[in-house]
């Protein structure tokens, strides 16, 4: 039998920032651009500065559970102890499902970006290849994994500085603010889960807490750090892309309509240096850097969060053992491997991008109660980082989500029912096997 001897303690907060950056910066390479179709500058913008209020409440208010609660489970673990088990299993499905599906969608890009490299090399091998390596060095150790992340991260972030550094001086104003509003308020609520999709992921960092070496100190600091870092990116990128050539330059492969593209920095440089330019060859290159990063520190989460779920037995129990040789969950990173191949088997990117999403709004939404429940349940609970401004951060933060999950239910109804039958059955089927266990 396998023994559980707990997972190593080696992370610092410099590697807390790392993962915490990296989980989310594939977020500025791809993806955020689309929200722009939907809303426009002016639409896609308020979007995100809304979106970036609530991540900026919300990982503070995180940050004082992942303090006081230092689990690897995150946000199972939270409402476990503040609303029960039930609201504990449902929080935990939600997290697995925005880790699990957010990767499958990032390694399409990255298998997309070896075949404009490697034509002859089809897109699933590489993205399947790249799921097998990097579930390999989550197995391997967390440290190893670590570093790896803190590395290619700051590689993705220094080429995001030298491209804004790039399109800066071509910005115009006029080019911002051409046709801002295409679609009027319903652009705006359409645009929110592209505008998410600047930082999803960035929870992940509670996940490795039972790995930091003082949690109850470090954790705060790389949740500030992170955030800090992610919210300037985001700014930077937004407004020097759009701002070279109109936003639609960006969006759509021809710069005028029709079909879409999942490159809006590659667009933007070819306006300024050509397509066989330097530097436009270096971000495609160093751009892949941050699908990286983010693929395998989501990798590296979802293995944790899996893990937990196991170790209670809320889903089968070998997904919670830990490997005797390497002290790391190898049967949880395997199996969501499983299920992440699976999701990228189907073509439906977009789609398993905003599941991911739906799990993450859920997950905000519990947490956001959970520190309020434990605050008044248990006020002796040793807290050793507090969110400022309580109540008003985790109030905030529940709001903008609330509103957020609703509005894409509205623009997504099949996609929602299909997310909320999948807590419904997960629910039934715990309750009735935790039922044959009594």
């Not at 491997?337 to 990117?349: D, F, R």
């Not at 509103?403 to 997960?426: C, Q």
Request: proline residues 5%; aromatic residues 14%; hydrophobic residues 55%.
């Amino acid at each position: 039998m396998i023994q559980n001897k707990g997972l190593k303690k080696t992370l610092t907060p410099f590697m807390l920032w790392g993962l915490g950056v990296g989980y989310v910066i594939s977020g500025m390479y791809f993806g955020w651009n689309l929200g722009l179709e939907k809303g426009g500058t002016g639409g896609m913008a308020i979007a995100t500065l809304a979106v970036m209020l609530m991540y900026v409440t919300f990982t503070f208010s995180y940050a004082e559970l992942a303090c006081a609660i230092p689990k690897a489970g995150g946000v199972f673990d939270y409402a476990n102890k503040a609303m029960g088990r039930n609201i504990g299993f449902i929080a935990g499905i939600a997290q697995i499902v925005e880790f699990i599906l957010a990767p499958p969608a990032i390694a399409f890009a990255i298998g997309a970006y070896f075949n404009a490299f490697f034509p002859q090399v089809p897109i699933l091998t590489s993205a399947i290849t790249v799921y097998f390596i990097f579930t390999a060095l989550n197995i391997y150790g967390i440290k190893a994994a670590a570093s790896f992340e803190v590395i290619i991260t700051v590689l993705a972030v220094a080429e995001l500085l030298l491209f804004s550094g790039l399109a800066a001086p071509k910005f115009e104003m006029a080019n911002l603010t051409h046709n801002a509003f295409p679609n009027g308020w319903g652009g705006v609520f359409a645009a929110i889960p592209f505008a998410i999709w600047f930082f999803l992921g960035i929870e992940g960092i509670a996940n490795v807490a039972e790995e930091t070496k003082n949690p109850q100190k470090d954790i705060g600091k790389g949740f500030g750090w992170a955030i800090f870092t992610l919210a300037i990116l985001c700014i930077m990128i937004f407004v020097t892309a759009t701002g070279i050539a109109g936003w639609e330059a960006i969006v759509y492969k021809n710069g005028t309509g029709g079909e879409t593209s999942d490159s809006p920095l590659p667009l933007a440089l070819a306006k300024i240096t050509g397509n066989n330019h330097a530097m436009y060859h270096l971000l495609i290159t160093v751009g892949l850097f941050g699908l990286v990063a983010s693929f395998h520190g989501l990798i590296l989460a979802a293995g944790r969060s899996t893990y937990e779920m196991g170790r209670v037995h809320n889903i089968p129990s070998f997904l919670g053992e830990i490997s005797p040789r390497f002290h790391t969950p190898a049967n949880a990173l395997i199996g969501n491997m499983v299920i992440g191949i699976l999701a990228l088997l189907s073509g439906k990117t977009s789609e398993i991008i905003i599941l991911s999403v739906f799990g993450a709004l859920t997950l905000y939404i519990i947490a956001m109660i959970s520190i309020m429940v434990l605050r008044k349940k248990q006020p002796e609970l040793q807290r050793p980082f507090s969110v400022a401004f309580y109540p008003a951060f985790p109030i905030i933060a529940l709001v903008i989500a609330t509103i957020s999950i609703l509005a894409m239910f509205i623009f997504n109804p099949l996609l929602g029912f299909i997310y909320f039958s999948i807590l419904v059955i997960t629910f039934l089927l715990y309750r009735i096997f935790k039922k044959a266990e009594l």
